[in-house]
Structure formats: C-alpha cells, structure tokens
C-alpha cells in the first residue's frame, strides 16, 4: 500500500464561508478541492494522498463542521489506523456521537449511538478516534466477513492490538447486534496472513469448503534464500501464492531491484520449490480470481486442494 507524502491533518483544511470569492476562485481554478461546505484541502495534498489518506482528510473536514463532540468510529477509524479495505471507503463519516440514543444518517456523517470507555479512544491526526482495539471490534461487527477478516487479520499482525484486546471490546457488547459473527471472525483471524490478499484468499477458501492451508510455510534452502509460501496444504504437497498487482510494480521501491529482476528471482524461486520433493502442485491465482464467484475453488480443486473432511461439493456461493 502506497503511503502518503503528507499526512493527512486539519491543518491541511482551507476553510470559508459561503462569500469567500477567494476560496471560491481558487476551487474553480482546480486549486483547491472541496470536501464539505466551507472545508477544502490544496490540490496538491489531495494529489499526493492514497485512497485511505483521502478518507481521513474528508473525516477530519466533516468532523470540523459539528457542534457536539463526537468520536470517529467503524470503517472511518479503520482508515486512521491502517486497517485496509476491500473496495472504496464510505461516502460518510462514520462517528460515535454519545449525545444521541439512536444513530443517524446525514450528508456527510453517520452517527452512531453509543458510550466509550476511556481505554477505547485515542488521539489520531489531531483529532479523537476509536483505539485499535475498539476499531477492529466494531469493523468485526459492522462489515461483511470477508472485510472484517482482512481488517482482523492485519490488526493482529501489525501487533497494535491483540485478540484478548479485541475480544474483551466484542465481549462488553455482550447484547449487541451482531456479537456472535464478530467473535466468529475473531476467531478466524490470523496474523501469518501478510497481505489483504490473503485474507481475501482465506474467506473464499473457507466460504468454498476447502481444507484450511498451512500459512506461511518456510522451506529451508541450503545454498541460498529460504522461501515462504503463502499457502501449503501439506496432505498433497501443493503450494499456493497469491499474486497482489503491487508485488511487482512497487518491487523497485520497497527491494531496490528494478521489476525485471524481480519477476527473474519470483521466476528461479518458484523453480527450486517445484523440484523439492515435498512440494507436488504449484498454483498462483489473482485478485480477480479470489472475486469472481467460484473461481478460486475451482482453481484449487483443479490442481488437487481437498475439501474440508465430510464435504463432498465445494461451495458456490463465492
């Protein structure tokens, strides 16, 4: 994931009022970009925040319009602290307002009821947001499975929380709507997956009734790197990876080696895994595939991944 040049802040705001020629000259000039009535940031921040950063700094702008303190929350937390997302970031602001009983849906926010003890709330980017382990709860409990896997997943393996931590904010919501699912992903959740890829994979494949693979298997290489594979079902030796359309284009940022060298090195790695003799099936799939309905399965059966024990059909319904 590419991190922004400038962090988001709301410094960064220009603000107005509606008679601002100004402000309104320079909007139309594409100088600056309007995220709420009377909030703007310079083009030129815009331009260098990633999706996530642009979430945040449409927060911060909404955030600074309301009257009554509130606490940013749920999926808009999740992009103050890091936690990748499936598809877009929500239109709104997502907030916990504790001078309400019942939430709401605005322009720009949406409200939710609610009272936060004060272990749950943190100071981020200038203003009060849900802590980590708070966020991921809530984004257990709120987004569909597959989401709230991915978010799990990388809150657990970046260590700025724990499962005990996330368990203990689901548990205090004992009567809450939608405790078992969030306590079920929880459950679920693994750290060893190192991208949002791989969590995508892991739901697919549980979703498909496929055995559950060994994460990040490492094979010892005596005369040279050590290779881990994403995935390893060890009762018929065969290796998955998945192929994230970053992996090669950033290679250069992150490896310093040019993206031809890269691919040459993937190319000679997958080479020696092939020729050990624990390893009998190689198979490489996409984002697409781990989207499209039925295709990963399909992709993994056809190279001989078994299904759960007593399953006889894989699932449809990815």
């Not at 922004?4 to 709301?10: K, W």
């Not at 940031?41 to 979430?55: L, T």
């Not at 009983?101 to 936060?116: D, K, P």
């Not at 697409?288 to 295709?295: I, Q």
Request: aromatic share 6%; charged share 30%; hydrophobic share 40%.
């Amino acid at each position: 994931m590419r991190e922004p040049s400038v962090e988001p802040h709301p410094s960064l705001l220009v603000r107005s009022s509606l008679d601002d020629t100004l402000v309104r000259r320079a909007c139309l000039r594409g100088d600056l970009i309007r995220l709420v009535a009377g909030r703007y940031v310079r083009r030129e921040h815009w331009e260098a925040f990633d999706a996530a950063a642009r979430h945040v700094m449409f927060v911060l702008a909404a955030v600074s319009c309301l009257r009554v303190p509130v606490v940013v929350s749920h999926a808009s937390a999740a992009a103050f602290w890091g936690l990748p997302r499936l598809g877009a970031w929500p239109a709104r602001a997502h907030v916990i307002d504790p001078s309400v009983q019942t939430g709401s849906t605005g322009r720009f926010v949406s409200r939710h009821a609610g009272r936060l003890d004060e272990t749950e709330v943190a100071e981020r980017f200038g203003v009060m947001v849900t802590g980590p382990a708070r966020t991921a709860a809530d984004v257990a409990l709120s987004e569909p499975r597959r989401q709230a896997v991915v978010a799990l997943d990388h809150s657990l393996r970046d260590g700025v929380t724990t499962r005990d931590e996330i368990a203990a904010c689901l548990e205090r919501r004992s009567n809450g709507h939608g405790v078992k699912k969030g306590l079920t992903a929880l459950d679920f959740a693994d750290p060893l997956a190192n991208r949002p890829g791989e969590s995508l994979s892991r739901v697919v494949m549980a979703e498909s009734h496929l055995a559950r693979p060994t994460l990040q298997r490492t094979f010892v290489n005596p005369h040279g790197r050590d290779a881990d594979v994403d995935f390893f079902w060890e009762s018929r030796g065969i290796v998955g990876e998945f192929d994230g359309e970053t992996k090669y284009r950033d290679s250069e940022r992150w490896s310093g080696l040019p993206a031809e060298e890269v691919v040459i090195r993937e190319k000679q790695r997958e080479d020696w895994l092939r020729s050990l003799p624990e390893v009998r099936g190689f198979v490489r799939w996409t984002w697409r595939d781990a989207y499209a309905r039925g295709r990963l399965a399909r992709i993994l059966l056809d190279v001989g991944v078994p299904l759960e024990s007593g399953r006889l059909h894989a699932s449809r319904a990815n």
